[in-house]
């Protein structure tokens, strides 16, 4: 399990030993002694409000053709999106209370996208009611509900790009088809919208640049065969995807910057539409590190190779994406980041639930001499743990997240 | 994914074409005339508190000889443990925030046993200063916590059974080996504690009642190898995993009862331990319906057999059970429950998450009118729900719990 993941996108974890050594990546000065003082006795999301700043930098200077919108879900803390909005950035929002958190900031509804393709009717209502004007959607029902609730927008259609067989649509929850496209954006103008975008979705964490680039050769053919029936688009939205630092090596942020010019350019020439990107995991996702404790380290029978390490958080906690072990996290224990007396672990959460363990076909390496009250720190946690969380399984609190 | 289950006890759903046809299970009238009136807009879990009685009252006849601890995981609205605690029940808490809950309602600490195997150490002292004395572990690390914190406390083991090959055991998260059992049973009376039982769980929504039987069968040789070394337990824990009913039928707990009572004097004849269960699911999830609503009904491409149907209601808003389809609720739609006009589905929830699936192997069959606004009933979710809501995934609230 993982956002909006395509899990083929991933090493496959079942079958695989993959061995995930500590990581030895320290913590900023800043962020450690930040833990240090406030000694937290639960798991805490720390996430560093200048790194998100430099993120967005280097996205905004790599991609300067590009109009940023922030995905919220990724991390909805007040304070990034503060920090973001006086940025210059937009939003790309999933639900109303998004979009109310966004406002709330004083940020312009110009610059908020109602993003989600599901949106009830009378969601759609207020928050056009509230100023938005760009939306969403890729069925006829959902234009017809933007249609009637919001009335003259600006809507644009995701569609489902096929990359390349075997690694793309494992799940087709969102988009169309090019076909259905075309004729949804029809119907809008005839229903008083105006169709202005098309969107897609390459999968998140996405590695494989060339993606976007097979992706924008079909979204092409549609924005063509659009135009000869009249209707010029004006923005195409790229979606979000850029990854951000896990366990393995991801290409530079200028390199994805260069591929989508490259593809783009190929694409349009020198008639390029609007360009606006969704990323939310390249944007906090390496801002953030969770403080954990170590509850209880176990060896289950005599001669078993590997210990169990259960923290006090897990996969109703925050770590949802280590959900079949699709997100890798850096991982180091406070104190011991050194250590080279290591041995493979397997990691679970504290909840009574069998389905509750990180990493068990990933053989995180932890010390030897590892034991319960140890601290751990999970790093480039600050994108889809938070808001993941649950109100309160097994009576365990939820993550908290701090904004330094 | 699913609450301590073993997914190979379910139907699997990957590569099968199963269908479910619309349930016609009509709620109750009080549940029914209680929706009506409520007409709530967004999505509510209502817990039928009669229901609940019923089926405490239904387990204690079936099991006379049992105590039952309720799984306050498996639900823990305070209403749930006041009817229960008022009926004699005891309770089984995962974490010291259950304990607590517990406590509050004046439930007294004899009647509360701390059963998760992994536990701080600073929760175990505070669960001992108040009075808790009956504490679960299966390592060696877990008991000197409880020597040093919880000293001349109750201890059981809870083991891992091998119930019979490929259904059993999928995760070893819980449970040590029957060997470690009886070295750390020996070692928790030298450490001044007192070994009083085994535990062991046959996974949940068990409809094998002969996996008890298999169990006991280890446990009873184990039992017999530590008395001959000089302890005698007390009692024998038998776990949950007593099943409710959801789109399967299943035995009825009289006959969970005969089974459960024939396997125990056929191990241990007139000398029959005290017995524990720790059932949740079964206490309370068909004691729960969630009211949810259709946001949209969509078709992504011509031609298209099936429908995406979209909730406001998804994995990541209580239906984590729904993860992997290991748990498949009876659903139907207010007004339309005995359409005959059905089509197949796909059951997906409201955020933009291609994980937030809840049924597309599974093919449920509703009503071909179906549309945006109607709204859905999800039966027999009383358990594992709310709490396993996400604090607020894409901006959604948590599932409310009403008791009734």
Redesign the interface.
Known sequence: ??????PALFEPAQGEDITIPMASNPLSPRVSSFLAEANF?DPHLVVDLEQVLLNYQNLDQAMPQAEIFY???AN?ERQILQVLADSGSSFD??????IE?CLTLGIDPDRISF????????DIAAAFQKGIRLFAF?????LG?LAESAPGSHVFCRV?VNCDGAEWP????????M??AEQLMIEAQKLGLIPTGLSFHVGSQQTQIHQWGLALGQIKKLYSSLKLRGITLTHINLGGGFPTQYTTDIPSIAAYGQGLEFALEQQFGDQIPKVLIEPGRYIVGNAGVIEA?V????????GDERR?V?L?IGI?SGL?EC?DEAIKYPISILGKETCKEVGSVIL?G????????LYKETAYQLPLNL???DKVHIHSTGAYT?????????????LKCVCI
Chains 1, 2 share one sequence.
Request: aromatic share 8%; with cysteine; net charge negative.
């Open positions: 399990m993982a956002t909006d993941l395509m006795q995905a919220v879900k909805p929002a999933a639900s109303l209370n998004e958190s993003g989600n393709t599901i949106k009830k009717q009378r890729d069925s006829a029902e959902e509900k489902l494992l799940s087709n929850k969102f988009g169309c088809s076909e259905m404790e509850v209880l380290v176990a060896q289950k029978q005599e169990w259960y006090d109703f949802a959900m679970a504290p909840s009574c639930d069998s389905v509750d363990v034991k319960a009250g938070s808001t993941y969380s649950s109100v309160g399984f097994n009576g365990f609190p939820p």
